[in-house]
């Protein structure tokens, strides 16, 4: 008889709970906004296992295996687009425990009005 590819191997999987970041400070200026994350013990994992995706309207950060869990945040529909592009993630070395994502605004004529013009919408 012969044994079929594959038969009678165990496959397994890895659980991995999926945790929501709720939590975040920022700042803005006319030319860019700094989105500040603070995850405990972030700086004890590889900057590979951080993954940040940009559109012209949206980011998401996905931090994965820290202590075991991924952590996830996803803002969508920003007042304002952003450059894509030119967008980045940064961790502050071994001592901090919070990363730093820098969106730069595209230049837009209502930054210049006399009304403040947030890129999040700011909380009351």
């Known amino acids: 008889m012969r044994s079929r590819a594959g038969e009678g191997k165990k496959q397994y999987f890895k659980i991995v709970h999926m945790c929501i970041i709720f939590s975040a400070a920022w700042d803005q200026s006319d030319k860019f906004v700094k989105i500040y994350l603070a995850l405990k013990d972030v700086h004890k994992i590889s900057a ?72 999040l919408q700011p909380s009351h």
């Not at 931090?63 to 996830?72: C, M, R």
């Open 48 to 119: 590979d296992n951080v993954e940040v995706k940009f559109t012209e309207r949206s980011f998401s950060v996905l931090v994965k295996d820290l202590d075991g869990k991924n952590h996830e945040m996803t803002v969508l529909n920003l007042l304002y687009p952003i450059n894509e592009q030119d967008s980045y993630k940064k961790d502050f070395g071994s001592n901090q425990s919070f990363y730093f994502l820098r969106l730069p605004l595209h230049i837009l004529h209502h930054i210049n009005s006399s009304k403040p013009c947030y890129l």
